[in-house]
């Protein structure tokens, strides 16, 4: 669709707001994560790293009774650790982020006009 910007002379009032009504409010949005996909989209990120994958390939390999070498939950810890404190870090910016959006969002500006 086109933008219509129509001149300031109070006749078009009506069609502006019919066309107005088509585009997305001046909003800032900085947060990375929705409620519903906080989870898989942190994990996506968390496995991005290198030594994250690592681990995660160590907890697999232990899986396998022939490789085995620690009980499987013990090899399971070091991972769920950093994860589980990474992924608390990424809610609690996230988070901030978002009242800091909110807070922008709400407040009161002037619009000058010639």
């Known amino acids: ?3 219509i910007v129509l001149p300031d002379n109070g006749r078009q009032w009506k ?3 019919q066309v107005s009504t088509f585009y997305s409010r001046n909003r800032i949005q900085t ?6 996909t906080f989870l ?8 991005y790293r290198l ?4 681990f995660f390939f160590l907890v697999v390999l232990n899986w ?4 085995e070498v620690f009980h499987r939950e013990i090899t399971m810890l070091p991972l769920v650790v950093v994860l589980l404190a990474s992924m608390i870090k990424d ?8 009242q800091y959006d909110k807070t922008i969002n709400f407040t009161k ?6």
């Open 91 to 98: 809610a609690i910016e996230d988070y901030s982020k978002y």
């Open 64 to 67: 396998f009774p022939r490789v």
């Open 31 to 36: 947060t990375k994560y929705t409620w519903f």
């Open 15 to 17: 069609d502006w707001k």
């Open 40 to 47: 898989p989209q942190n994990l996506l990120r968390q496995f």
């Open 1 to 3: 669709k086109w933008r």
């Open 51 to 54: 030594g994250n994958l690592y």
């Open 109 to 114: 500006t002037r619009v000058f006009d010639k």
